[in-house]
């Protein structure tokens, strides 16, 4: 039996009922659709009914997951075509606005996703990086720098789904916001509950929130899990301490391979439960000229510690993350996000590269870089460099640093190893070093005393060159084990 998401009541501070909410599957937009929120239920439904009757009849009636919704074309891994090519690249682009969130999600099939929609009017930057539609727009929480794009945004190109928390605001933008969405009936309404949502083939999962009046605006922010296959985004708005601490409670975050740091990267922004919970590869910061003084340092020293690669837009531009099945990512920045040269490029291709081909095309240009065979005993090792340290390279040699990172199911003895650059400078593992099961080991190139996780080279000056190097890794017999590009 199909379950429905029950109808809610209207909205707070609404001039109007939110239309009925949808059931849980919902079936993709047509050409020349102009029905009602209501109509266009009713007609969902009813193709939803004719679908699962059929496959019951087939007996491949599929388990769908309580508050299930699918948005767009196909059912979760599947084509027109068939089957999705193990290549196909989810993208997660932080769009730069300044002071403010916009970050857009696009599936391998094209679906789009828009997570806030910083202060100003961002379609300008939508249309820039080739969107013309948002099948799911998302208000994490109703401060004007994460919806103050928003009222533009539904204007001005079509919309499918809206979400929100149901928290109301007094503000003019609030309001703006809520009164543009009255304007658009056939937009559908869906509440932030614990749901799983599918676009294209990637899930988005909706995590639960703080009660409703036990915390300010900042602490009920959406807050979203991003999978496509063993790539995992967390995206939460400004959720402070006191929600995150309630997701850790919850037992919802999961390893990610990317962050959004969550409030721009404040010191209320994250805890070390959280980090160690989640363990970031990468985490990027949305964030802009202010008078907070985001980023803060003590955030950005938490980021490093737990190893991840940490971008900003106000240094970086745009930034795009793009999501491999497999769990590797891509990177590009800047004016790369918008850019269809492959030849202008200078993408950074980040992962183990286990069963990749090399001539896998990163989207906005470049290619990724497939690395060297490895033996054996690199199956489920994975290394990374972060190259560029905060501030001089040369003075801060600790803030550029190597991460070996283990997929294995049992410890492995790596005393003896030696790590290298591609000019011969090298690190040997201390004959007790022991990688553990689903652990890592940071490298750092200055000077510190080794301890179980963190090791140090010893240099008074950067190693790892920040326009492209090679870090190789042998075992203790000289054998190679693991070669990383970038």
């Not at 699918?70 to 690249?89: F, H, K, N, Q, Y």
Request: hydrophobic fraction near 40%; aromatic fraction near 6%; charged fraction near 15%.
């Amino acid at each position: 039996m199909l379950e429905m998401i029950r109808p809610l009541p209207p909205h707070p501070l609404a001039p109007y009922p939110f239309p009925m909410s949808q059931p849980n599957i919902i079936t993709p937009a047509r050409a020349g659709d102009r029905t009602t929120g209501r109509a266009t239920v009713f007609r969902a439904a009813m193709v939803a009914g004719v679908s699962i009757l059929t496959m019951v009849t087939t007996g491949s009636l599929p388990q769908v997951s309580r508050g299930m919704a699918l948005v767009g074309p196909e059912s979760p891994g599947t084509t027109s075509a068939g089957a999705i090519p193990s290549d196909s690249v989810l993208r997660v682009t932080f769009l730069d606005v300044g002071q403010g969130d916009a970050v857009l999600i696009q599936a391998p099939e094209g679906q789009t996703a828009l997570v806030d929609a910083g202060r100003g009017n961002i379609v300008p930057l939508l249309r820039e990086v080739g969107v013309e539609s948002i099948d799911l727009l998302v208000a994490t929480h109703p401060h004007a720098d994460h919806i103050g794009g928003m009222a533009a945004v539904i204007e001005s190109m079509p919309v499918r789904f809206y979400m929100d928390n149901r928290q109301p605001h007094t503000t003019a933008t609030y309001r703006r916001l809520l009164a543009t969405l009255a304007a658009r009936p056939e937009i559908g309404y869906l509440e932030a509950v614990p749901r799983k949502i599918s676009l294209g083939s990637a899930e988005i999962e909706v995590l639960p929130l703080l009660p409703v009046a036990t915390t300010d605006l900042n602490n009920r922010s959406v807050a979203l899990v991003v999978r496509f296959g063993s790539f995992r985004a967390f995206l939460s708005g400004d959720s402070e301490v006191r929600q995150l601490t309630h997701l850790v409670g919850q037992g919802v975050v999961p390893s990610l391979t990317l962050l959004k740091a969550p409030h721009h990267g404040s010191d209320n922004g994250f805890t070390w439960a959280f980090l160690e919970a989640a363990r970031p590869e990468v985490v990027v910061i949305s964030v802009g000229r202010n008078t907070y003084g985001h980023p803060r340092p003590s955030a950005l020293q938490a980021y490093a510690g737990v190893g991840a690669n940490v971008l900003r837009t106000d240094l970086e531009g745009h930034v795009s993350i793009l999501g491999y099945r497999h769990g590797a990512y891509g990177l590009a920045l800047g004016e790369q996000v918008a850019s269809t040269s492959v030849t202008d490029a200078r993408n950074t291709w980040v992962g183990d590269g286990i069963g990749i081909s090399a001539d896998i095309a990163i989207i906005g240009g470049g290619r990724a870089v497939a690395p060297e065979p490895v033996s054996s005993s690199g199956r489920g090792l994975r290394l990374r460099v972060n190259a560029d340290a905060p501030g001089n390279d040369n003075r801060n040699p600790n803030g550029e640093y190597v991460v070996l990172e283990s997929r294995q199911d049992v410890a492995l003895a790596i005393g003896g190893w030696t790590l290298c650059d591609a000019a011969r400078h090298c690190f040997r593992f201390p004959v007790e070093t022991i990688l553990d099961a689903g652990g890592r080991v940071v490298v750092h190139t200055g000077a510190g005393e080794n301890e179980g996780e963190h090791y140090y080279m010893g240099r008074g000056s950067a190693v790892w060159n920040n326009d492209g190097d090679e870090a190789t890794l042998f075992n203790e017999a000289g054998a190679t084990v693991l070669v990383f590009r970038y």
